[in-house]
T-cell receptor
Framework: NAGVTQTPKFRVLKTGQSMTLLCAQD?????MYWYRQDPGMGLRLIHY???????AKGEVPDGYNVSRLKKQNFLLGLESAAPSQTSVYFC???????????FGDGTRLSIL | AQKVTQAQTEISVVEKEDVTLDCVYE???????LFWYKQPPSGELVFLIR??????QNEISGRYSWNFQKSTSSFNFTITASQVVDSAVYFC???????????????FGKGTSLLVTP
């Protein structure tokens, strides 16, 4: 069972470059989320989606854009990467309400 | 404002000791959910437990137990007879019930790093 799959797992970027992180879930979940994890900060919500075609801002949305064109995919984009965006990014999904979220294995992103 | 506080940044115990990880939360909602997740050194996030605000019964699962007290806004996690494999970062998280358009994101604490040594 794949669950939540994130690609890539690692990436190094130069300041100013752009890239897209892909999250795919095969559980037919309605809700999807992007979090970032920084040392000593826990996980913080970047953006989320309550269904296909919808997106909304979370706690730390600046510098990121998202899209959910298909129910199973949630894309996180960095248009112009900055060193402050060096982090581990986690995607998660859940079917409805306050059910436990299923997390991907994370993407470790370094921006030089 | 931090909605979930895990005051213990790091804890170190010797194998077989009992250890309690503290979690204090803040919310104005009457309906909410509390979670614990484990993040082992390999980095993935593993769901441990979910508790809703109307269920204050303590729960035990093997060596793990959870104590939920609404009066003190706490949801503490105890590991009995700790083992080296319990070494991980543990996160407490809060989800507040909102309408379906608001999502049900998790507000995480900063985590407690537990090290169990032989």
């Amino acid at each position: 069972n794949a669950g939540v799959t994130q690609t890539p797992k690692f990436r190094v970027l130069k300041t100013g470059q752009s890239m897209t992180l892909l999250c795919a879930q095969d559980m037919n979940h309605e809700y999807m989320y992007w979090y970032r994890q920084d040392p000593g900060m826990g996980l913080r919500l970047i953006h989320y989606s309550v269904g296909e075609g919808t997106t909304a801002k979370g706690e730390v949305p600046d510098g990121y854009n998202v899209s959910r064109l298909k129910k199973q995919n949630f894309l996180l984009g960095l248009e112009s990467a900055a060193p402050s965006q060096t982090s581990v990014y986690f995607c998660a999904s859940n079917p409805f309400s306050n059910q436990p979220q299923h997390f991907g294995d994370g993407t470790r992103l370094s921006i030089l | 404002a931090q909605k979930v506080t895990q005051a213990q940044t790091e804890i170190s115990v010797v194998e077989k000791e009992d250890v309690t990880l503290d979690c204090v939360y803040e919310t104005r909602d009457t309906t909410y959910y509390l979670f614990w997740y484990k993040q082992p050194p390999s980095g993935e996030l593993v769901f441990l437990i979910r508790r809703n605000s109307f269920d204050e019964q303590n729960e035990i699962s093997g060596r793990y137990s959870w104590n939920f007290q609404k009066s003190t806004s706490s949801f503490n996690f105890t590991i009995t007879a700790s083992q080296v494999v319990d070494s991980a970062v543990y996160f407490c998280a809060l989800s507040e019930a909102r309408d379906s358009n608001s999502g049900y994101a998790l507000n995480f604490g900063k985590g407690t790093s537990l090290l169990v040594t032989p």
